[in-house]
């Protein structure tokens, strides 16, 4: 299964925000920061774009 933009977007939002309300339950900024951090790294292993982002540069390079 490929993952696409919106599948990447849905779970690091989700990540983020388990990493935000970890930070409040264990009153530790380092979860809140780690899921920062592992959205940055999804993005940098599995760069993905929006479709319409993709439809613009292919009518670019015709």
Do not use: C
Request: hydrophobic share 55%; net charge positive; glycine share 4%.
């Amino acid at each position: 299964m490929k993952i696409n933009f919106r599948l990447q977007i849905i779970v690091t939002l989700i990540l983020v925000i388990a990493g935000f309300i970890s930070s409040l339950w264990f009153n530790k900024d380092i979860y809140y920061n780690l899921a920062w951090a592992f959205t940055g790294l999804a993005f940098f292993i599995n760069p993905v774009y929006p479709q319409n982002a993709i439809h613009l540069e292919e009518e670019k390079a015709k």
